[in-house]
């Protein structure tokens, strides 16, 4: 099996932190690791080293390098620069068909997410690859643990065996309310972003449901061929998700609901869920003092008082300090937004 890490996202809502020039994924929030070091790790005994690749934008094929220096250098397929999922899978398996025999299969997973049980994470693994012999598109379900509002769902349908569902519908990211009735009705659960078919099966779904990226690929091919920019054909590929593009276009989709610690670590909020907290339920990535205050997240190179405050973020870098309620730290999109148009 080959393993697919994206790894090109500019990690917006881990501002002040994650910038562009250095991305979420490079970051070491969880460990002394970066998060990528951390998602290829997790990979290993399962998969050999020279069957992990890394799909990023070439602005970030410099770090890339850097943070895994024991990974070879044709193991990196370069976007011109970032767009969605779709075009950089479709990128990737084009690139990997070229080396390894169409029947090969491919498991495709994000460069930043949390999974704490990793011998679980590789029994699911193998659950999902079975499940791809039959030529399907198999995607991973996280079992919900509470109405999460800020995943999008996969609402599984008639069962395929014991641990394999057919998918019904891809849904968007609810209200609390729909949320609920998906938590409550027990067949729905979190789109994690990962996946795993066949590299000939994934081609064909972009055949039948991309007819322009696919109509691309021969241009894309012929560039590379000739080591020549492909950025005139990358820019013509939609800009839209995997999930879109391809899944809820295909027949035959499948989940597998696993449970396994995982989280997308997708904001700070959810970076304080993971993390380890005091007695006051504070997380304190600093030297401090507290006085009647609790659930507050706070990372500073400087000394930190805090006095009566509940449920904030405060993360302080050599340029910025961010300030936020816990429940509106995935706001801080706008911010960087707001940024890009100075």
């Known amino acids: 099996m080959i393993a697919l890490i994206m790894a090109g996202g500019v990690g917006s809502r881990f501002w002040p932190l994650s910038k562009k020039e250095k991305p979420k994924q490079f970051l070491k929030i969880l460990s002394e690791k970066s998060m990528l070091q951390m998602t290829v790790e997790r990979l290993f005994p399962k998969f050999k080293i020279d069957d992990i690749y890394i799909v990023t934008a070439a602005s970030q094929v410099e770090l890339t390098k850097e ?5 070879p250098p044709e193991n990196i397929i370069v976007e011109p ?32 997410h949390l999974i704490a049980n990793v011998e679980e994470f590789h029994r699911t693994i193998e659950v999902g ?8 598109l198999v995607t991973f379900g996280i079992k919900p643990t509470y109405p999460a509002t800020g995943y999008g769902y996969i609402e599984s349908g008639n069962k395929v065996n014991k641990e394999v569902f057919e998918v019904n519908k891809f849904k968007e990211k609810p209200n609390y309310e729909t949320a609920e009735k998906f938590l409550k009705n027990g067949n729905f659960f979190w789109n994690s972003g990962m996946f795993l078919w066949k ?18 690929f021969s241009a894309i091919e012929k560039k590379w061929g000739i080591d020549a920019s ?14 879109i593009g391809i899944m809820e276009k295909a027949e035959k989709r499948v989940v597998v609901p696993v449970d396994y610690g995982w989280s997308d670590v997708g904001s700070w909020k959810s970076l304080y869920d993971v993390s380890r907290k005091d007695e006051n339920e504070n997380v304190l ?3 401090n003092a507290t ?18 405050v509940e449920n904030l973020v405060v993360v302080e870098t050599d340029d910025a300090i961010l300030i936020t309620s816990k429940d509106r730290a995935e706001e801080v999109k706008k911010i960087t937004e707001q940024l890009d148009e100075l």
């Open 230 to 243: 492909i950025e005139k054909e990358y820019h013509q590929m939609p800009r839209i998700p995997i999930d």
């Open 199 to 216: 590299l000939e099966t994934i081609l064909n779904a972009f055949a039948n449901h991309q007819p322009q990226i696919f109509v691309l």
């Open 67 to 71: 943070h895994l220096p024991q990974l």
């Open 291 to 308: 006085v009647d205050s609790k659930n507050n997240y706070v990372k500073s190179t400087k000394f930190v008082a805090l006095i009566g």
């Open 129 to 136: 690859s079975n499940a791809a012999n039959d030529e399907n």
């Open 285 to 287: 990535k600093c030297n």
């Open 81 to 112: 620069f970032g767009m969605n999922t779709a075009p950089c899978i479709a990128l990737s398996a084009l690139y990997l068909s070229q080396k390894y025999p169409k029947n090969e299969k491919m498991f495709v997973l994000p460069a930043d």
